[in-house]
């Protein structure tokens, strides 16, 4: 009897081998060897935690392809897949050809029921909970407590004075240049 662990490891390697196209005797003989796993107990892969459980066991000792198969889980949002004793060959083929595929417009699920899957399961992560809206703009009263600038710092309301640097803060009507006489 094969163990939970042993599943993972054959259910990420053969979502991998299903991500390169070169590997068609690779893919037939994993997908052999899954299907034979599956014909007398149902699983469910679980991701929690950032863990993969397998029938609510952790499953950590698959090495790097659980990895990889709990990132890819990751990438199209799913957070749980239940497969079913002795599963239709050409569904679970389907489940392992859109795990292995980017992500499109529609979700996994979705992909499934239009490829007509009805006796596998996936389950969509929670989305993420929406930023928190801004703060509203300070009221008068807040505004009232705001530190003011110093004395020295703030315009007077005299006359316009010319540009800063060539009249030197002289008005319009004491400049000499041909400029500045209309």
Avoid: Y
């Avoid at 703060?135 to 540009?163: M, Y």
Wanted: hydrophobic fraction near 35%.
């Amino acid at each position: 009897m094969p163990t939970l662990e042993t599943f993972a490891a054959r259910f990420a390697r053969c979502v991998s081998l299903f991500r390169d196209p070169a590997a068609k005797d690779e893919q037939k003989a994993e997908f052999r060897a899954l299907l034979g796993l599956l014909h007398d107990v149902a699983v469910t892969l679980r991701v929690s935690a950032g863990r993969l459980e397998v029938n609510g066991t952790p499953a950590g000792g698959g090495g790097g392809g659980v990895v990889g198969l709990l990132q890819r889980l990751d990438l199209h949002g799913i957070s749980e897949i239940a497969l079913p004793r002795d599963p239709p060959p050409a569904q679970l083929f389907e489940l392992l050809r859109v795990l292995a595929d980017q992500p499109g417009l529609e979700d996994v699920p979705s992909r499934l029921r239009g490829a007509g899957v009805d006796r596998i399961h996936v389950t969509q992560a929670p989305a993420l909970p929406p930023p928190p809206p801004p703060l509203p703009p300070p009221s008068r009263a807040t505004r009232s407590h705001r530190p003011t600038r110093p004395a020295l710092l703030r315009r007077s309301r005299s006359a316009p004075t010319a540009s800063s640097g060539a009249n030197r803060g002289r008005t319009f009507g004491r400049c000499r240049s041909r400029a500045c006489r209309w």
